[in-house]
């Protein structure tokens, strides 16, 4: 059963770096058939997507976060990573890992989420 | 940017049918998904590419993506059933989740 489990700091000062990570269990990263994919909610908000990245190291990003964000992947550890820079409180949010299944084009397994709040 | 609309609120009787759509330009010549989400829960995958439903999902879930629109439906509709609904559709390779619809089940 693959699991997925972001870790990261609780709390972000404006206009500092949001830096989190997801770890990947119970199955491999490096497994073509995935991407691997940050997506966020605002408290009592929609959900909003961040980008993904394949274990080539190919991404794609919201272009309403383009200039900030960037993913990587550390294939040996079996992980992904988020980066955001020059956060705001708009910034605020439950940060979700997802693994997007290429051959359904959706979700399928979601990471539980962790809450990230910008403030000084 | 491509938007995805969703009604803010529908409501059902239990047992009852209930449809929850979504609106995007030429939606039909993209796949839709759809997501449950619970409060303080992840979202969860009930339905992929329009009407096709993961392993262990009842089928009292059933989607469908016509023209501009994408439906939902949910037959025989539970308690549990009572949730946020989101879709969400590619576009150009940029991932677009509409604004949910919360399911209240009275």
């Known amino acids: 059963q693959v699991q997925l489990q972001e870790s990261g700091p609780g709390l972000v000062k404006p206009s500092q770096t949001l830096s989190l990570s997801c770890n990947v269990s119970?199955?491999?990263?490096?497994?073509?058939?995935?991407?691997w994919t940050w997506i966020r909610q605002p408290a009592g908000k929609g959900l909003e997507w961040i980008g993904r990245?394949?274990?080539?190291?190919?991404?794609d990003y919201n272009p309403s976060l383009n200039s900030r964000v960037s993913i990587s992947v550390a294939t040996s550890k079996n992980q992904f990573s988020l980066k955001l820079r020059s956060v705001t409180a708009a910034d605020s949010a439950v940060y979700y890992c997802?693994?997007?299944?290429?051959?359904?084009?959706?979700?399928?397994?979601w990471g539980q989420g962790t809450l990230v709040t910008v403030s000084s | 940017s491509y938007e995805l609309t969703q009604p803010p609120s529908v409501s059902v009787s239990p047992g009852q049918t209930v449809s929850i759509t979504c609106s995007g330009d030429?939606?039909?010549?993209?796949?839709t998904s759809w997501y449950q989400q619970k409060p303080g829960q992840s979202p969860f995958l009930v339905i992929y590419?329009?009407?096709n439903r993961p392993s262990g999902i009842p089928e009292r879930f059933s989607g469908s993506n016509s023209g501009n629109t994408a439906t939902l439906t949910i037959s025989g509709t539970q308690p549990l059933d009572e949730a946020d609904y989101y879709c969400?559709?590619?576009?150009?390779?940029?991932?677009?989740f509409g604004g949910g619809t919360k399911l209240t089940v009275l």
């Open positions: 997802a693994r997007e299944n290429q051959r359904w084009l959706g979700f399928d397994y």
């Open positions: 119970g199955g491999s990263i490096s497994s073509g058939a995935y991407y």
């Open positions: 990245i394949y274990t080539n190291g190919n991404t």
């Open positions: 030429k939606l039909d010549y993209k796949y």
């Open positions: 590419q329009d009407k």
């Open positions: 969400q559709a590619w576009d150009s390779g940029i991932g677009v």
